[in-house]
């Protein structure tokens, strides 16, 4: 398994591979996202961050995910038109993924060891879990689907001037 943030590629929602090379000297937030979920209310905030910060080297990485109450059933092209439609989402998407279990997508399997959650424990709990990677590609902290993201500004502002 590949041991750097930025040897790790994914498949974007229009079906490219993206390698996350592209995103180094980046504060990047990675996101596993919901259509049909009590936090889907967060693309606004998350999309906020992202008009913010973008000149100064933030991205958020959204990666829709079925996995939680089947709260994300569509295809790609009805996900990113609901992301755009209803919350104005520009930030890069990509394809639905898994992120718990044998078939869980190789970015994840390198995210979740790297910040644990709750206790120690690796697996992802719910949609909207959150991980912050510093401008080298460390990954820094894992934030439940609860923390806000609004409340990662003053973290996401002290990385950008790293």
Not at 11 to 36: P, R
Not at 68 to 87: H, M, R, W
């Amino acid at each position: 398994m590949s041991q750097s943030f930025f040897e790790q590629s994914a498949v974007d929602i229009n079906g490219n591979t993206v390698s996350m090379e592209q995103y180094k000297d980046h504060v990047v937030l990675i996101v596993n996202t919901a259509s049909e979920c009590g936090f889907t209310h967060q693309y606004k905030p998350l999309e906020h961050l992202y008009q913010l910060y973008k000149e100064q080297g933030f991205v958020v990485l959204g990666f829709p995910c079925n996995q939680f109450g089947s709260q994300e059933k569509g295809d790609e092209a009805t996900i990113s038109q609901f992301c755009e439609l209803n919350f104005g989402v520009s930030f890069p998407l990509f394809s639905k993924i898994d992120v718990n279990g044998e078939d869980a997508a190789p970015l994840y399997k390198f995210l979740k060891p790297a910040a644990k959650g709750l206790l120690g424990s690796q697996s992802i709990k719910w949609n909207f879990t959150k991980f912050l990677i510093n401008k080298q590609g460390k990954v820094l902290k894992r934030y439940s689907p609860t923390t806000k993201p609004e409340n990662l500004m003053d973290e996401i502002e002290h990385l950008l001037k790293e």
